[in-house]
C-alpha cells in the first residue's frame, strides 16, 4: 500500500495545472499516487491531464465528477471515497499550488518519528508572490500540547493552509457540502475529537494569493 494518496480536485484550472502536476513529478519521495477529481470543468484541464508524465506512467486516477456538480467539498468527498483503504494519508492539493520538492518526503519524516499518530497533519507554505511564511505557530516540542494548540486555534480561524494538509486515510467525518466556503474550517471542527492534530514548521507548499489568482480572490471575499 502506497504511504501516500494524493487528493487533487480540477475546476477549469488550465493556466496553473500543469505547473502543479510537475511540482508533484519532482517530489523526492515517491511512495504515492495521485487521484485527480476533474470537477465540472470546461476548459483544457482534461488535456492537460492526459498528456501530462503522470498520467502516461500510470501514477493518476482520474475520476469525472457529474456535469451538473461544480461543489468543492462534494468533489473532495468524492475522491477521498475513491481512495479509502488505497494508502495510509491523504495528501490535500490545489491545482493552482506548487509542492516544495521536499513536501512527501517531511511530512513522511515528520509522521514517523512523531510522539504520536497524526489524524489530520500540516505543514508551513509561502505565498508565490512575495514568499511570505503564512504560518507562525510557537515551538511546542509535545505532540499532545501542540495538538491542544492547534485546535484551541479553530476558535479564532484554521490553523492550517488547506492545501498542505495530510490526513489519515481511516473513517473521518467528511467535507459538509453546504459549507462551500470555508470547508477546511468546518472539516477540522468535525473532526476535532478524532485525534492528534500535528504541525511541521518546514515549507511544504507555494500557495497562490488571491492577488494573483481571481477565483481564489473570490473565495476569500465569502470568508
Do not use: W
Amino acid at each position: 500500500m502506497p504511504r501516500f494518496s494524493i487528493l487533487l480536485p480540477v475546476h477549469n484550472d488550465q493556466d496553473t495545472l500543469a505547473q502543479c502536476l510537475d511540482s508533484i513529478l519532482l517530489q523526492s519521495f515517491k511512495d504515492y499516487i495521485i487521484c485527480i477529481v476533474l470537477n465540472n470543468s470546461t476548459d483544457s484541464s482534461l488535456h492537460i491531464i492526459e498528456n501530462h508524465p503522470l498520467f502516461k506512467i500510470g501514477l493518476i486516477d482520474l475520476r469525472i465528477t457529474e456535469p451538473n456538480i461544480n461543489n468543492l467539498p462534494l468533489a473532495l468527498n468524492f475522491g477521498i471515497s475513491i481512495l479509502a483503504g488505497r494508502s495510509h494519508y491523504i495528501v490535500r492539493m490545489d491545482a493552482d499550488d506548487l509542492m516544495h520538492p521536499l513536501r512527501l518526503a517531511r511530512t513522511n519524516e515528520f509522521l514517523r518519528i512523531s510522539d504520536y499518530q497524526s489524524v489530520i497533519h500540516c505543514g508551513n507554505a509561502k505565498l508565490l508572490s512575495s514568499r511570505v511564511l503564512l504560518l507562525n505557530h510557537p515551538n511546542i516540542i509535545d505532540s499532545r500540547q501542540m495538538s491542544q494548540y492547534l485546535k484551541t486555534q479553530l476558535l479564532l480561524a484554521s490553523p492550517f493552509v488547506h492545501p498542505s494538509i495530510a490526513f489519515k486515510n481511516q473513517s473521518l467525518t467528511l467535507y459538509n457540502p453546504h459549507f462551500t466556503y470555508a470547508q477546511d474550517l468546518k472539516f477540522f471542527i468535525d473532526n476535532i475529537r478524532c485525534g492528534v492534530f500535528s504541525y511541521d514548521p518546514r515549507l511544504y507548499l507555494y500557495y497562490r494569493d488571491p492577488v494573483s489568482n481571481p477565483r481564489k480572490r473570490e473565495l476569500q471575499l465569502h470568508l
